[in-house]
């Protein structure tokens, strides 16, 4: 379901801004963190996606297909064989 309401422009410091009311904030999961995006004459604001959202599904994929070996070859140093006891 579709929520909308009107709302006004109201000064904040040198800035400008608006109140969202709590029962929007809820049903689109927005909490903290936003982006405000401009789309011809609208202002869209989404909650911020989390940085890694999607890796696990990512790297499985890539171990399906094959891609997830190294790109360059192991090589050890007799410091590796020396100083490390595995």
Not at 77 to 82: N, S
């Amino acid at each position: 379901m579709s929520a909308s309401i009107r709302t006004k422009i109201v000064k904040i410091g040198n800035s400008q801004g608006i109140r969202i009311p709590k029962l929007l904030l809820e049903q689109s999961g927005i909490d903290t963190e936003v982006e405000i995006a401009i789309q011809g004459d609208c202002l869209t604001i989404c909650k911020v996606p989390h940085p890694r959202a999607g890796w696990d599904q990512a790297f499985a994929a890539m171990a399906r297909n094959g891609d997830d070996l190294l790109l360059d070859e192991v090589t050890e140093t007799a410091w590796d064989q020396v100083a490390w006891e595995w």
